[in-house]
């Protein structure tokens, strides 16, 4: 609505509001490669942001954290 009727370019949207990722999902690891591939076939564009990562404490960790536990990968989907 604010860029339809306020007439703001799309650029200017993406650079200063939060519109966030989108649509994410999560695979294994050993499936990224598989999984990125396929959905790129179906014509939507995937990237990989981060790791959801498992502890006994079920604290949050960064993409970049070296906290050890099970992995699965997490992705963004552009449709």
């Given at each position: ?29 050993a ?21 959801i ?5 079920n604290?949050v960790h960064?993409?970049a ?12 989907l552009?449709?």
């Amino acid at each position: 609505m604010i860029k339809d009727i306020g007439g703001v370019p799309e650029e200017d949207m993406i650079n200063n509001l939060n519109i966030g990722v989108g649509m994410t999902m999560v695979t294994a690891p050993a499936q990224e490669t598989a999984m990125i591939k396929y959905l790129e076939e179906k014509g939507i564009h995937a990237y990989h942001i981060g790791e959801i990562i498992s502890d006994d404490e079920n604290t949050v960790h960064s993409p970049a954290s070296s906290a050890g536990g099970s992995r699965d990968s997490l992705y963004s989907l552009d449709a």
